[in-house]
C-alpha cells in the first residue's frame, strides 16, 4: 500500500485548488458552410450581439467552463474554426452541467458566440 504524502493529504483535505482544468462544448448553428483550417485566423471582440449581427451571421456557440490558459485558448479557437467562425464574442453565462463534488454546485461557464463574415 502506499501512502499519500502528508501535503498532498492536507491539500486534499482542504479543498486547495486542483490543476488547472477546463472544458468546451460547441453547437453548429444554421447551415453547414466552407470550414477553416484549425489554425485559422480567430479575433475575440468585445461587443454585443445586436452590433455582430449587421456585419456577421452566428455559426455556433461555445460553452467554455474551467481555468484559462494559453493551451485553452488554443483550443478555443480550433473549436470556432471547425464551426466555421471568424469572430469569438461573449454572450453570457452557460453550464457544462457537471457537478464539483463535494464542494457542491455545477461548473459554470461563459458563453461564447462564434460568427462569421456575412456573404
Known amino acids: 500500500m502506499r501512502l499519500l504524502p502528508a501535503a498532498v493529504f492536507l491539500a486534499g483535505l482542504f479543498g486547495c ?5 477546463y ?7 444554421g447551415p453547414k458552410l ?12 468585445r461587443v454585443s450581439p ?9 455559426v455556433g456557440v461555445i460553452c467554455f ?5 494559453t493551451e485553452a485558448d488554443d483550443d478555443m479557437q480550433a473549436e470556432a474554426c471547425r ?6 464574442a461573449v454572450e453570457g453565462l452557460c453550464s457544462q ?18 460568427w462569421r463574415e456575412k456573404g
Open 23 to 29: 472544458w468546451i462544448r460547441s453547437v453548429a448553428i
Open 50 to 58: 445586436e452590433e455582430l449581427a449587421v456585419k456577421y451571421e452566428k
Open 97 to 114: 452541467g457537471r457537478w464539483r463534488g463535494w464542494r457542491g454546485g455545477h461548473d459554470d461557464g461563459i458563453l461564447y458566440g462564434v
Open 34 to 45: 466552407p470550414a477553416f483550417s484549425p489554425t485559422c485566423p480567430m479575433k475575440f471582440i
Open 17 to 21: 485548488a486542483p490543476p488547472p482544468y
Open 65 to 69: 467552463t474551467g481555468q484559462p490558459s
Open 83 to 88: 464551426l466555421e467562425g471568424e469572430v469569438i
